[in-house]
């Protein structure tokens, strides 16, 4: 009778020590299941602009403008609501800046992107001449895509600013038949990925003070972070 004792206790034990087990490796998995799977930010040919986001199976999202920080938050619940599926907000630049923070309730960071552009409200006739439209894509796989139009005769160069650590598109008055454009970006690990469109205004714009010489206008300028930099942007640059 002892023995069949000890042997019952001795099973209870590997029981509870096997469910603790399988606990600690099942409940960090169903607790960092990040609640975005993707986003899509763009701005159309009128200077409009807007974000797309896909989420998986099974969360519910809340909008807040919290307007002393200027930011447009979206909270992500996990939730029973339904399944997968994309959702759209328009956005409206105040002042020259324009926020938007994923607040992901289910993992310990928060995705942003950060624009710096011209209000289309305040600049009417004023409108960048060379960039038509662009949009800035988050991947799964980690990555961006970056892709953008321009207007017809704008020459394109790409280049990587080591010193600044931007990736500068640079746009240029010059006769070339191609306006579209695509590229794949890859963010380092901890660090904030920054894009920059370098305008080259010639002496024909308004915006240049003399004949023949070229001004500089980096707008729009783009932040985006996953979350894991720790830093708190207030500016693109």
Excluded: W
Excluded at 68 to 84: D, Q, R
């Amino acid at each position: 009778m002892k023995s069949l004792k000890l042997f019952i206790l001795a099973l209870l034990t590997t029981f509870a020590f096997s469910s603790c087990s399988n606990n600690e490796t099942l409940l960090p998995e169903a607790e960092s299941a990040k609640l975005l799977k993707s986003y899509k930010i763009k701005r159309d040919a009128k200077g409009a602009y807007s974000i797309d986001y896909d989420l998986p199976d099974n969360v519910r999202t809340e909008r807040i403008l919290n307007d002393k920080k200027n930011v447009s938050e979206v909270y992500l619940y996990a939730s029973e609501e339904g399944v997968s599926r994309k959702e759209s907000q328009d956005l409206v630049i105040d002042g020259n800046t324009l926020k938007v923070s994923f607040v992901d309730t289910n993992v310990n960071n928060n995705p942003y992107l950060l624009i710096e552009d011209d209000n289309i409200s305040l600049a009417k006739g004023k409108k960048e001449e060379m960039l038509s439209e662009y949009s800035v894509s988050s991947n799964e796989d980690g990555t961006f895509t970056l892709d953008f139009e321009v207007n017809k005769n704008v020459k394109v160069d790409f280049v990587y600013n080591d010193d600044k650590e931007i990736h500068e598109v640079h746009l240029e008055a010059g006769k070339t038949s191609k306006t579209t454009y695509s590229t794949t970006l890859t963010k380092e690990e901890r660090k904030v990925l920054r894009i920059d469109f370098v305008n080259h205004i010639n002496a024909q714009s308004k915006s240049a003070s003399k004949e023949g010489e070229l001004t500089v206008r980096r707008k729009p300028r783009v932040a985006v972070d996953n979350g894991e930099s720790g830093e708190n942007q207030t500016t693109a640059g």
